[in-house]
Structure formats: structure tokens, C-alpha cells
């Protein structure tokens, strides 16, 4: 006899790939908790086994051994108790799939193996993985179970199948990567399989950072006409519980949690945080260490940092030279003293005379110029990095996107770094996440209330300092300006012609365009970043080096 409820338990987690043992412990507390909740099946997202994505780790034949063991190890546990449905990488014959499984009665009662495999930006899944075939729908508790691996779900094909062969409710399992220009596109095409199958959708989605990418959790149930009848939490670990009653006709969840969703400059500060906060965790470093200049971006850097790891794993460091203003040390210090972190100053003047004293034989009969100014920024960055050799902390690189797209760093210099917070965000979003954080302060923030950035750090020009009354506007276009063009550049493609034909001076395009593309060096000794918006400048852009086009 069908019972007359399910509980199904949507267990959005914060894997780490790799880490096959703390990632099956995870599963293992959430379906305690399930159990506990009187939970029929626990529902946990892509590949949660090994992490997402696990990218070319995943071909190691020892590591897919590993995951076999664990998972068949877990499967065992179930011969009472709540199900699991889970993701890992799994080998079947001679390929290898990005599976669903399904762990009922002590044994893997079904595997689901996804179809649509993801080969753009950041993913490449059709090196890794075999493609399976149309998903059939899988019995459990009486119900049929149509089971979609994350892409699947992104067009109708497998969905519509799956109804025509009479299953009763879509199962999402996701790892799905935050993208402030996304928007609601994944509730959309959620909405759309509702709609089009007329059947409820578990949406399971999983949280953290991994390397560039950052996941952003926010699960999420359906009903049959596509409203929403429970939400998770964004950014955050949860567990969400839901009744389904299953008389005749659609099932229908009972209304659960409908949590809200942080949008706009509170998704993007949230985005920053959690990526910082577990690409230092997972990689185990006990802090970070920053340069603190006075500008804007350096304070916005120390203030996610202070909010995402607490003001006693951040070490900012203040180094003067014979060009920094008192505004900006000032600045520095206000800063420090309300974020509570510890700050040093370490003046880089007798090291600036030391390699000019050491340079002064080559360089004789040369004026002075770029050169010199590019030696204070790495004075700079080989203090911080001897900091971090000598006491641990990893170096936070204060560099935004503005900046790495046209070149305006430095090698070896600003440039340096483990971790790039900014590289994703404009310079003018800089300049509004940096305003947004002074006004709210995240759920999640370790650091303080109130103003975190001082008000005199918004009013300054941006400026280097690597010389007299030196201003960004000195050799970049004014930020609105270059930001607009840039934008069209890279997360449109569009050529000079189409963004002249917006209004933009022709000059200025080409010039921007050429910068652009002369700068693509630099950007591949840059450190990783938290991706923000589609075209990231290292997962979503490869563009080669020796590139000899150029657009008239």
C-alpha cells in the first residue's frame, strides 16, 4: 500500500574536492538529521562525493577506486533509515560518468548518468565524462522518480521523456556556479520543465567556494504550476525538509521554508566573502596579508577579508614610499583601527634607494620612467610575499578587473598574490559594493558594524603613488568610460566598430581593445579569483598570447 506521505530532505552542502572522507561525512550527518526529521529520502547535489568540479582529478583511476569504496561503503548504512540520492563520478565498463545514485535498502538501488555534459566557460565536462543515456524514471516508496543531473534540466528533452514514461516528480541534483548577470535563469528554466511536464521539481544546489568558481546554495521545490512552495538559504550550509502528499493526481509539497534571497551588490559582497573565505580555508592557510594603501581598492579588499575570515587572520601592511600621501596612510590607519586587524607599516624609501643605487650603472644616460615606478610596486609585493614565506599568511592580491583587463599592474608587483578578491568586479562596481558594505553588513560578516571603509577613501582621485601627483586619469580613460567600453569587450565580444556605433569615441575604443588584448601576459601570471560574471578574465577567457590581429 503507497503510503500516504514523503518526506523528501533537501541537503544543500559545502563539499571539497578531494575530499572524498569529510564530504561522505557530510552526507552521513545530513541523513542523521534526516532520520531524526522522520526524512524518507535525503536529496544532496552534483558529484558530491568527490566535489565540484573535481576537473582532471577525476581521471585518476585511484581516486574513482575511492569514490566506488566510499560510496559503496554508504550505500550499506541504508538498510534502514532514510535513502540517499547522491552525485559522484562513477565507472561503468570503460567510461566514466557524472552520475546520480541512488543508495536505498543497504545497496546503489538505481544510477542515473547525465546526458547534457557542459563544455563552455568554466566546464568541460565532455573530456572527462561519457554522456549517458535518457534518464528513465526510478521507483521509490511507490513513487516514480525522474532524476535530472543539473544540465539536463536545462532544456526539455530529458524532463519530457521522463514524464512520458510516467514519473511523478523531477529531481535536480545541481552544481550550479553563482553569476551576478544570471539572474533568475535557473528558477526560470526550473519554472519551464514544471510547466511543460506539469510535474513538482526539487531543485538541490550546493554551496562554497572551489578554487575560482563560488556556489551560492539558494535549493529550491516546486509545485506543479511552478510556484514556489519552499526556499533554502544562499551562501550558507541548510537542510530543508518537505512533505509531499501523494493522493491521487500531481503531488503536491506542503508549503515549507520560503527564506529569502540576497540580490544585487548583497549577492556579489556575499559571492566575494564565501569564495575568499573557503579558497584560505580548504587550502589551509591560517590568515592573509595585504597591502594597505588608502585607496579603494585595498580597503575593500581588507574589509571582505575582516568580514569573511575575522579581523585576527588579517594582516594589513602599509608601505610609504617618498610619493605616498598623508591622506593615504592616514586612511590606512582609520581603516585598520575600525576593522580591529593588525596593521604594520614597512616604508619602502631606502629600498627604492638601494636598486637604484644597484641600477644605476645599466641604467645610466636613461631618464627615468615606468621602470621605476614598477620597482616600488615590487619592492611591495616581495615584502608581502617574504611576509608570507616567513610567518604563512597567503598574499591578497588588491587588483580589480579594470585594471587586469588593459594592464594598468604590475608583474611581480600589485600583481602578485595567492588569491585576487576584486579581479572580477569593474572598478566603478568597486566603488558601489564598497558603498553597499558601509550601509549593510552580511548575516555571515565576521567583521564590525556600521562604516568600514572611510568616507575620504571614496572622495580621493585613484592613484598609484609611484610618483608626483600621479592620477589613473594620467593613462587610463576616466573609469565610466573605459568600464562601459570594456564591458562591451569582454562580456559582449563586440567589436570597435559596434561600440562606436554606441556613441563611444573611436579612439578611445581602439586604444582600450589594444590594451586589452596586449595585456593577455599579464593576466595569465595572475592569481585566481572569485568569478562574478560570465566572462571571468581566467575560467571563461581564453584568448592566446601570440595574437597577431588586430581590428581596424
Known amino acids: 500500500m503507497m503510503p500516504e506521505k514523503l518526506s523528501l530532505a533537501l541537503a544543500q552542502l559545502n563539499p571539497t574536492v578531494g575530499d572524498i572522507v569529510g564530504n561522505i561525512a557530510k552526507l552521513r550527518a545530513a541523513r542523521r538529521k534526516a532520520a531524526e526529521a522522520g526524512a524518507h529520502l535525503v536529496i544532496a547535489s552534483e558529484l558530491c562525493v568527490s566535489g565540484y568540479p573535481p576537473e582532471d582529478l577525476v581521471l585518476k583511476p585511484s581516486f574513482q577506486h575511492a569514490v566506488r569504496a566510499a560510496v559503496e561503503a554508504l550505500a550499506k548504512e ?43 566557460g568554466p566546464f568541460d565536462e565532455k573530456r572527462l565524462f561519457a554522456p549517458g543515456p535518457l534518464p528513465e524514471p526510478v521507483e521509490f516508496r511507490g513513487v516514480k522518480l525522474g532524476i535530472l543531473v543539473c544540465e539536463d534540466m536545462w532544456t526539455p528533452d530529458a524532463a519530457v521523456h521522463l514524464k512520458k514514461q510516467g514519473a511523478q516528480i523531477l529531481l535536480v541534483p545541481n552544481g550550479s556556479p553563482y553569476e551576478s548577470d544570471k539572474g533568475g535563469e535557473r528558477q526560470k528554466l526550473a519554472r519551464a520543465r514544471a510547466k511543460e511536464t506539469g510535474l513538482p521539481l526539487v531543485y538541490v544546489n550546493q554551496i562554497g567556494g572551489q578554487d575560482e568558481l563560488v556556489f551560492d546554495g539558494a535549493s529550491f521545490v516546486l509545485d506543479a504550476q511552478g510556484h514556489y512552495s519552499a ?74 577579508a575582516t568580514d569573511a575570515l575575522g579581523a585576527d587572520k588579517v594582516w594589513a601592511v602599509m608601505m610609504p614610499s617618498p ?13 585598520a583601527k575600525i576593522l580591529h586587524c593588525r596593521l604594520d607599516t614597512i616604508p619602502i624609501g631606502q629600498a627604492m634607494e638601494t636598486f637604484a643605487h644597484i641600477l644605476k650603472t645599466p641604467f645610466q644616460n636613461r631618464a627615468a620612467d615606468t621602470t621605476e615606478e614598477n620597482i616600488q610596486s615590487r619592492c611591495r609585493g616581495l615584502i608581502l610575499m617574504a611576509l608570507s614565506n616567513k610567518f604563512g599568511p597567503m598574499v591578497l592580491s588588491t587588483g580589480n578587473k579594470s585594471e587586469m583587463s588593459v594592464g594598468y599592474t604590475t608583474l611581480y608587483g600589485d600583481l602578485c598574490g595567492g588569491f585576487a578578491v576584486l579581479k572580477d568586479l569593474y572598478k566603478t562596481q568597486v566603488y558601489k559594493i564598497a558603498r553597499w558594505r558601509n550601509a549593510q553588513r552580511p548575516a555571515s560578516a565576521l567583521g564590525p558594524n556600521g562604516t ?29 568610460t573605459l568600464d562601459a567600453i570594456l564591458e562591451c569587450l569582454i562580456e559582449k565580444d563586440q567589436s570597435v566598430q559596434d561600440i562606436c556605433a554606441l556613441g563611444h569615441d573611436a579612439a578611445i575604443a581602439r586604444r582600450v581593445w589594444t590594451m586589452l588584448d596586449n595585456a593577455e601576459y599579464k593576466r595569465r601570471q595572475a592569481p585566481p579569483g572569485v568569478k562574478i560574471t560570465r566572462r571571468h578574465l581566467g575560467v571563461d577567457r581564453r584568448y592566446p598570447i601570440v595574437n597577431k590581429y588586430r581590428e581596424l
Do not use: C, H
Request: hydrophobic residues 40%; proline residues 9%.
Open 78 to 120: 541504508t538498510a534502514e533509515g532514510p535513502a540517499l540520492l547522491l552525485g559522484a563520478p562513477w565507472k561503468e565498463g570503460d567510461y566514466l560518468y557524472n552520475a546520480a545514485l541512488l543508495l536505498s535498502e543497504g545497496r546503489i538501488k538505481a544510477k542515473i548518468f547525465k546526458r547534457d555534459l557542459p563544455n563552455y
Open 231 to 304: 526556499q533554502a538559504k544562499a551562501w550558507e550550509e541548510d537542510f530543508l525538509l518537505t512533505r509531499w502528499d501523494l493522493s491521487p493526481g500531481p503531488l503536491k509539497p506542503e508549503k515549507s521554508t520560503i527564506q529569502s534571497i540576497p540580490e544585487n551588490e548583497a549577492a556579489i559582497y556575499n559571492a566575494l566573502m564565501l569564495g575568499l573565505r573557503d579558497y584560505v580555508g580548504k587550502n589551509g592557510f591560517p590568515g592573509v596579508v595585504l597591502g594597505l594603501s588608502g585607496g579603494i581598492d585595498s580597503a575593500l579588499v581588507a574589509a571582505i
Open 323 to 335: 610619493y605616498t600621501s598623508r591622506e593615504s596612510i592616514e586612511d590606512a590607519e582609520q581603516q
Open 452 to 480: 568600514v571603509i572611510p568616507e575620504r577613501v571614496f572622495a580621493k582621485p585613484p592613484s598609484a603613488e609611484l610618483r608626483p601627483d600621479q592620477k589613473d586619469q594620467d593613462s587610463l580613460p576616466p573609469y565610466e
